[in-house]
Each structure stands twice: as C-alpha cells, then as structure tokens.
C-alpha cells in the first residue's frame, strides 16, 4: 500500500490498488474464520441446529466485507486521478503553467512521475515547482481511499457478523451473490458483443453518409486508393465475389469430401484403437495458427499451383491465386466439417444402422442410403458453420490470394476477399475520419450481418434435428 | 408334419451346441434347438437370460458388435451360416429380423418397404417394385392404412404402424425366417393385438421366432416355447405342454410367476 520509498519524497503514499485488494482478500480471510468461529459457538452455546453450514456464515461475512471494498477500490482507482490532478492545478505553483496544450500535459505528467516515485528527478524545469504539490496530493487521496475503504470493508463485515444467529439463512444468501457473479460474468461476453456490433453500426452510419449503400453492395468496382484525378470507388461485389469463390466454393470443394469420407472412416470403418489416435489429432490440426496455413498457402501452394497453370497454359497465373488460398482453407477446414458429420453420424440411432444390416444391406449400403442420409441435415449445419468461418477467415487470404480485386471466376487468377481488405485498409498510416478507412467498418458489418445469418440458420438446423431423434 | 410332432423331421434352422461369449463373459451356453418351418417358436425366460443374444445369432446381427464369438453350429436348410463359404449378406435376406423398439428409416414409406428389395436387386422395374410393396404391405396388414400416402415419412406413423412398417420391410425382400426381438414391448395393447394377429396371419408362409417377455403372448402366438435361464435352454417343447405341464422345476416357477 505504500510505495516511493526510497525516493527523496519517501513519506508519500501512494494508493497502490493490487496491494490493497491483498489486503482486504485478507481481511475477508479473517471474516471468513470469524463468521464460521461465531456461527458454531452461537450454535453450542444455544445448542439450536444451525440453518447452513457454518462455512456458509463465513463466506457471508467475507463477501459483505470483500465486495463493498472492492467496487469503492475500483471506482476510487478509476477517480483518483483526476482529482489529483485537479488539486495540482488549483495550487499557487500551477498557475504559471503553459495555457492547454502538449506542453502542459507532458508537465503535469513529469511532475507525477517524480511526485510517485516512477522517475527520479524532472526532465523539464518548468515541472520542478509542481513535484510538491503533487506528491501532496497523492499523499492526501491515497489516505482518503484507503480509509474509506477499510471503513467500508470493516462496517461490510460487522454487519454481517452481527447477522450471523443459527437460524440465519447464510447459505440462502450467499447462493443469491454467486447466482449474481455468474450472471455477471455471462453478462461481460454478450455485452461486449453488442459493444462491438454498435461501434461497427456507427462506423459504417458514418461511412454511409460518404457512399452510398447501394455501391458497397453492389458496385463492381474496388478502388478504395486511386490517385486524385478519379474519384474512390467502393463497389464491393469483387470482394464479396472473391469470399464466395474462395472460402465457399473453393474451399468447401476440397473440406467437404474429405471431411465427409474421414467421418465416415472414422465411425464406421477404424477400430477403436485408431479413432482413439486419428480423432484428438484432427482435433489438433484445429489448433494450428492460420497464420501458419498462411505460410504454406503462399510459399508451397501458390508457386506450385501456378506452375501448373502456365504448364496448361492458363493465361493471368499468379502466384498469389485463390486456388491456393481456397486449398489451404479448405483443408484448415477439414477438421471442423469430419468433427461435425462424426458428430451426425453418430446420433443416428443404432437401432437404424442394425435394420439395414438386418435387411441383407453391406455395411457401404447402410452408410450411403441410411446413415448419411439421416445425418445429412445436422451434416449441413457443420457444413454452414464452416462456411461461416472459412469467409471470416483473414491469415490465409491475405498472405496467399493476394489483394488485387478481381472480378474473376479464374480460379489461378489473384482475387480479394472482404476480410483481407479490411486488413489493407486498417495497416499504415490512416485518418480515421476518411471513406477509405471507415469502408473497413462497413465492410466488416456486412460480414458480420452475413456470418450472423449463416450460423443462425446452421444451429436452428443442428437443433430441428438432434430433436428428431431424442 | 404336423405341427403337434414335437420332433421336426424338416428343421428350418437348427442349432447345435450353441456357445455365445462376449469378450470374457459367456451369455449363452450350449444351446442346441430346432426351429420348424411353418411353426412359431417362441423364446421365453426373465431378462438377460440371454435369449435375445441367441436369437441374433441366428442371423449373425451379433458380428455388428466387435467382442461377441459364437462357436457351435448353426444350420439354415443344412448349411453351416458361420461357415466362410457363407454370405452373410444372403444370410440377413434370408433370415429377416423385427426389432424391440420400431425403427423405421427417415424415408417415405415406400422407400421404407422398398428399400431390401432394391438393394438385392429384386425389382427390376419401378412397376415390379410397386407390387412388392403393395405385396409387403397387405401382407403385413398396413396397406389400407398407408395406400394414401406412401410418399410419407415412415417415422410420422404411429408405434404400431410403424412396427407393422418394420414387419413389411422384413417381409418385402421374401426371406424364409423372420425373427421379432420382443416386437410388442414398446406398443400399447391395440397394436400388440394387431401385431399378434399378423403373427398368426404370417405362419406358414415363414417360420418366425420372438422373443418375448410376456408370457401370455407366448401362449397366444407360438405353438413351440424354449424357455432360456442363465444363459441355457431349460426346456423346449410344445406351448401347450411348457404351459399347463413344464417338466422342468425352473420353468414351472418362472411360468407360475415365482421370478422374472
């Protein structure tokens, strides 16, 4: 709770807020063998049959004396600056200060630094009169915080002792604060998720007010940086087209069979033994950074595939093509489609796969016309889920299809696809304030709308069919 | 042969010394029993006594599962079914089976009914189809009842109709032995009726074996019982006799309702 000793300035105080949530962790210790202590004696001395277990008195009284303390701890960490601050401002030493601008912020700033202990001595003269003041300060609001706050955790516990009787409902109560937690903690990633859709909503409000909707749906022309002479155009169906192509089309041709015909293998062909190896391995390759998949897509795919090309004597082979990056995207997607077909073909009852056998059918016969067939509609939700993910998908495309936008179905040619354009777009030097960057924004809504939409429609479909069979 | 000779000059299937393990564990132990062709045989004994393992080794359901082994000697029409020259494939058309909860495929009753004969090649035509599961379906009592809507999903039927769904699948690829593990028990008392009456109706033009717990139904359907206990087979003999005069001390507690 003290720090700066050893400074010339070593009687401050700071208010160092880790050190004191140790130490009202450590005071709600002390409340917790209080509270448990005091709930067993009241209980022998009245020898009355306590309502909760006496562990749950002592963690009643440590959450009242730990949480009070804990919200003032944070607010008070949040606020005490500022009004540091303000109390520098309005000492003598502060009037000379420079009228608002950088100057008077790097000031300010190197005068705390000394006052608290961080540097030791000013690196600009002018800061030097305002060292005091400000190691004043500190000193003053860091005592009042810590006292408030032991005030606040001391009153939170005795309060709560006092409450303590055998018939007190300790376990009730404690159960309502960890029902609370938990909802907050749910709380924080929903949140969050409607923070992110909002600042998109106002990004993209703001780039809309530039370009029109209409041309970012359906312009066929990309060219967010053109010189001067020609206007911007923002027209995004070649990069819509180049998504589609690679993370759809291209992808999905080569994660769908594969996926599928793993699956099948796995569930119905290996032994045991070997699910036991090749599944936790598949599940691994999950694992891989894209960025990874990215190397290989532009240093090993791309040039071979466009040797290839000039072999048949394909015209535009790049060596940045969206065969390479829909290859490589399709096998990063394999583990994903074979984990979820396993998944459908194994909540086919095996009541269904035994009367096909029953009925004279080959193990081949069941799988083609019963298993998969009864699989196929939880089949199709992995198979949106991982379109979903294939067209959000950034490493890959960005490092191996390159970023020239395409209008193309020449699948060795280079395209682009929305997310490596919000890449391009977002890197270096940007204003935050012009079309091109703001187009980023309301590039990334329209995938989020679209991915929103796909995993919908594949859960609502998963969902309609795990009911099928319960 | 009448079907009162309690010895079957013609057997069906026979089985001889019959020994089932799974992994470590025996379930059935030398069972040998004749299965007559224009008879129904019922299986009776309390539950995991192992009569439904024996049932599906009669039509080697029991290889689906990794640790089961049968040694022994199983017979259809004389030929070894665990032999190597056998197909197990042909074995299954020949020896259809009805399981305990009805199990129809997530496809249209038609493709349901016409799903063995099209994967043994039965029906050259769509025209020979169509009579084959118009056939299965009178003959399993559900075509006044479906003729309508045959492009329905099998599994929209209700329990009993789709038991008697399961029955014309089995009956469509025209095998020789039927089996039914325990075709009633997930059926309320109407449809075990009508199943019992379709049982009645079948006999003759298939040998068929169930299993079943219910001895009444033992009694109503079949004119042989085999009473299994603990992985043997106690006594075997006429319905009527296993009923009103079990030679056997086990049986006659199990039929009285002392276990089971």
Redo the contacts between chains.
């Keep these: 709770m003290t720090g700066g000793s050893g400074q010339d300035n070593g009687d401050t105080v700071t208010f160092n807020a880790a050190a004191l949530l140790l130490l009202i962790a450590g005071l709600a210790l002390i409340g917790w063998l209080a509270g448990r202590a005091r709930s067993l004696m009241l209980a022998g001395r009245a020898h009355a049959k306590l309502h909760s277990r006496p562990q749950y008195h002592g963690w009643y009284v440590a959450l009242w004396l730990f949480a009070p303390a804990a919200i003032f701890l944070a607010v008070w960490s949040a606020v005490s600056p500022g009004l540091i601050t303000n109390s520098v401002l309005a000492s003598e030493a502060a009037q000379g200060l420079p009228a608002f601008g950088f100057e008077r912020g790097a000031i300010l700033s190197d005068a705390r630094n000394v006052a608290q202990g961080a540097q030791a001595a000013v690196r600009i003269p002018a800061a030097a009169p305002l060292v005091q003041p400000y190691a004043d300060a500190t000193h003053f609001y860091a005592w009042i915080g810590i006292a408030a706050m032991l005030a606040l955790a001391l009153a939170g516990g005795l309060y709560a002792f006092t409450r303590i009787r055998p018939d007190f409902r300790a376990r009730t109560r404690v159960e309502k604060i960890v029902m609370a937690v938990l909802l907050l903690a749910s709380l924080v990633a929903i949140l969050t998720t409607f923070g992110i859709v909002l600042s998109l909503l106002f990004e993209s409000i703001r780039f809309f007010r530039l370009v029109s909707p209409a041309e970012l749906l359906f312009g066929t022309t990309w060219a967010p940086t053109s010189g001067a002479p020609q206007p911007d155009t923002f027209g995004g169906i070649p990069l819509f087209w180049g998504t589609v192509l690679i993370g759809a089309i291209i992808a999905m041709i080569v994660a769908i069979p594969i996926g599928m015909m793993t699956a099948v293998y796995l569930t119905q062909y290996a032994a045991?033994r070997v699910r036991r190896w090749v599944k936790p391995l598949l599940e691994i390759l999950a694992g891989v950074p894209t960025v990874v998949y990215g190397y290989f897509a532009a240093l090993t795919v791309a040039p071979a595939l466009r040797e290839f090309a000039v072999m048949l004597g394909i015209p535009n082979a790049s060596t940045e093509s969206a065969l390479a990056a829909g290859i490589v995207m399709g096998v990063m997607i394999i583990p994903f489609v074979s984990s979820m077909a396993d998944d459908s073909i194994n909540a086919v009852?095996q009541?269904?796969?035994?009367?096909?056998?029953?009925?004279?059918?080959?193990p081949n016969?069941t799988i083609r016309?019963?298993l998969i067939?009864?699989a196929l509609p939880g089949v199709m939700g992995g198979i949106l889920l991982a379109v979903s993910r294939a067209i959000g998908e950034t490493m890959i495309v960005v490092m191996a299809a390159g970023l020239s936008a395409n209008l193309t179905a020449n699948p060795f040619a280079s395209v682009t696809t929305v997310t490596a354009q919000i890449v391009k777009l977002l890197t270096g030097d940007q204003e935050f304030d012009s079309a091109k960057t703001l187009a980023a924004f309301a590039l990334g809504l329209v995938l989020f709308i679209v991915t929103l939409l796909l995993n919908i429609v594949a859960l609502r479909i998963v969902k309609k069919y795990r009911e099928?069979y319960e | 042969m009448t079907q009162d000779d309690l010895t079957i000059a013609d057997p069906k299937m026979t089985a001889k010394g019959v020994d089932v393990f799974y992994g470590q564990k025996q379930a059935i132990n030398d069972v040998s029993i004749d299965v007559g062709t224009d008879l129904v045989t019922a299986f009776i004994g309390p539950s995991g006594c192992g009569k439904s393992t024996f049932l599906r080794s009669l039509?080697r359901?029991n290889d689906?599962v990794?640790s089961a082994r049968v040694t022994g000697t199983i017979l259809l029409d004389g030929e070894d079914i665990y032999a190597p020259s056998m197909d197990v494939?042909?074995?299954?058309?020949r020896v259809?089976?009805v399981?305990q909860?009805p199990?129809?495929?997530?496809?249209s009753i038609y493709d349901n009914v016409g799903?063995?004969p099209r994967?043994?090649g039965l029906a050259p035509s769509k025209a020979d189809l169509d009579v084959i599961v118009e056939r299965a379906l009178v003959r399993a009592g559900l075509w006044d009842e479906v003729k309508d809507r045959l492009g329905e999903s099998g599994?929209a039927l209700s329990g009993g109709q789709q038991q008697r769904l399961?029955i014309a699948?089995?009956i469509a690829?025209d095998p020789e032995v039927i089996l039914m593990d325990e075709p009633c028990s997930a059926l309320d008392p109407i449809a075990t009726a009508k199943i019992e009456e379709l049982i009645h109706e079948l006999r003759g033009k298939y040998a068929i074996v169930i299993v079943t717990h219910n001895m009444q139904q033992a009694a109503r359907v079949s004119q042989r019982t085999a009473f299994f206990h603990l992985g043997t087979l106690v006594e075997y003999g006429r319905t009527t006799d296993i009923f009103t005069n079990p030679k056997q001390e086990r049986t006659k507690d199990y039929i009285t309702g002392r276990y089971g």
């Design positions: 045991p009852p009541a269904m796969r035994d009367g096909s056998l029953a009925l004279g059918a080959t016969e016309q019963v067939p009864a099928a | 039509n359901m689906t990794a494939v042909q074995l299954r058309a259809g089976m399981f909860k199990n129809p495929f997530p496809k799903y063995g994967i043994h599994t399961c699948r089995a690829v």
